[in-house]
């Protein structure tokens, strides 16, 4: 798995229109946080069980790439959930899996506070709040 910066992650994605950038958060967060456009999302775990389901998640991300070989970037709310899931589409057979760093929110700071220190939003990049 690689690991790009968001600054990175989006050079990658404009400069290889066939990426897929994945959303793992949840459905709630992605809608009500915000997102990068054109990510789709493919939540990792969901409300109300909050249980990974790798298997399912493969299956969705499959469905979404048709092509194990094609760019997949992974992105969450701080870069932790899309290790995991980096690890299990890397377990499927996908060959060019790509973790957003930081995620969408980034890190917490000393108050508490996300997209303050770093990530997605932090590095002014592209989003949509729908």
């Known amino acids: 798995m690689k690991h790009l910066l968001p600054l990175e992650a989006w050079a990658l994605m404009q400069a290889d229109p066939n990426a897929l950038m994945i959303d793992v958060r949840m459905e709630i967060e992605s809608l009500y946080v915000g997102r990068p ?26 469905e979404e790439a048709n092509d194990t070989a ?32 930081h995620g969408f929110e980034g890190e917490l700071n000393d108050r508490f506070h996300r997209s303050c220190t770093n990530g997605w939003r932090f590095d002014n990049l592209p989003w949509e709040q729908l």
């Open 70 to 101: 094609r760019p997949i970037v992974l992105i969450c709310r701080s870069g932790k959930r899309t290790l995991d899931a980096g690890n299990a589409l890397e377990a499927a057979g996908f060959t060019n899996v790509i973790n957003v760093l």
């Open 37 to 62: 456009p054109g990510a789709v999302n493919v939540p990792w775990y969901e409300y109300p069980d909050l249980t990974p389901h790798p298997d399912r998640f493969v299956r969705l991300v499959q």
